[in-house]
């Protein structure tokens, strides 16, 4: 995810305006989906579920929105974030 945050970061002096062709913007467009269990420091297994969809927004946008559950034996856990990304002209 750091990496993904990373990529935002450095792409923002990219000459190309649609963001929804850049090469590196375009794989992120459309929705996903994965699970996994992960077993904490007594065996116990923790689910997570994510969901995560990617878009262009405009010539110079982007957004991400995400979906993020964490079920264990103490409960259920549940993240959501957007993360917009928006190209601004230099002066």
């Not at 990529?7 to 649609?18: G, I, Q, W, Y």
């Not at 992120?28 to 878009?55: P, Q």
């Amino acid at each position: 995810m750091k990496t993904f945050f990373a990529l935002l970061c450095l792409l923002t002096s990219s000459a190309r305006a649609d963001l929804s062709t850049h090469e590196v913007f375009k794989h992120f467009i459309g929705s996903w989906k994965a699970a996994s269990e992960l077993k904490d420091e007594n065996n116990n297994i923790v689910t997570i579920k994510e969901e995560w969809t990617g878009k262009a927004e405009g010539d110079n946008g982007f957004v991400i929105e995400s979906k993020v559950t964490f079920t264990g034996d103490v409960g259920q856990t549940t993240l959501e974030g957007v993360v917009k990304h928006q190209k601004e002209k230099l002066p």
